[in-house]
């Protein structure tokens, strides 16, 4: 993608806060795509809530946003005054194994490059997620590893 602003990536990043924004975007990480954004190998924890500008057609609450979304999850939960598909777990015009839980996070997605693991065993997760494999057929070396953290989620080793 060309864009003015250049290429952000963002890998092994993490947003355990939560977000209360009144204003029409918000999202644990990336809530507005103003440079083409790849976001790789992170995860959302925290409560996304947008509860303003609700007339704005373009208002958003997500917990991972970006262009290119890979080996990602978010189980916080997403609280918006907008429906659906507005308010998403995981939203991208490309994703590669990603994931959300809709028991967490309070919604569904019905995408095909989207994964519900509410009913997945978490050492399972955890396993799924340090299995991708990139392009060459291996997990990329710039990546952190996965383990089940104190609190039974997913995290980095």
């Given at each position: 993608?060309?864009?003015?602003?250049?290429?952000?990536?963002?890998?092994?990043?993490?947003?355990?806060?939560?977000?209360?924004?009144?204003?029409?975007?918000?999202?644990?990480?990336?809530?507005?795509?103003?440079?083409?954004?790849?976001?790789?190998?992170?995860?959302?924890?925290?409560?996304?809530?947008?509860l303003g500008s609700s007339w704005v057609s373009y208002a958003t609450a997500k917990g991972i946003g970006g262009n290119t979304?890979?080996?990602?999850?978010?189980?916080?939960?997403?609280?918006?005054?907008?429906?659906?598909?507005?308010?998403?777990?995981?939203?991208?015009?490309?994703?590669?194994?990603?994931?959300?839980?809709?028991?967490?996070?309070?919604?569904?997605?019905?995408?095909?490059?989207?994964?519900?693991?509410?009913?997945?065993?978490?050492?399972?997760?955890?396993?799924?997620?340090?299995?991708?494999?990139?392009?060459?057929?291996?997990?990329?070396?710039?990546?952190?590893?996965?383990?089940?953290?104190?609190?039974?989620?997913?995290?980095?080793?």
């Open positions: 993608m060309d864009n003015q602003f250049g290429t952000i990536n963002i890998k092994n990043s993490y947003n355990i806060g939560n977000v209360n924004a009144n204003t029409y975007q918000a999202a644990g990480i990336i809530a507005y795509e103003y440079a083409n954004t790849v976001v790789e190998n992170c995860y959302n924890l925290g409560e996304i809530s947008q979304i890979i080996n990602c999850y978010n189980f916080g939960k997403i609280i918006s005054e907008r429906t659906k598909p507005n308010v998403v777990g995981v939203s991208s015009s490309e994703m590669k194994s990603c994931y959300y839980n809709s028991e967490s996070s309070g919604m569904t997605q019905d995408l095909e490059e989207l994964t519900d693991v509410k009913n997945i065993d978490i050492e399972d997760f955890v396993n799924l997620l340090n299995k991708y494999k990139d392009e060459t057929g291996i997990y990329p070396k710039d990546w952190k590893k996965w383990k089940v953290g104190d609190e039974g989620y997913p995290i980095f080793e």
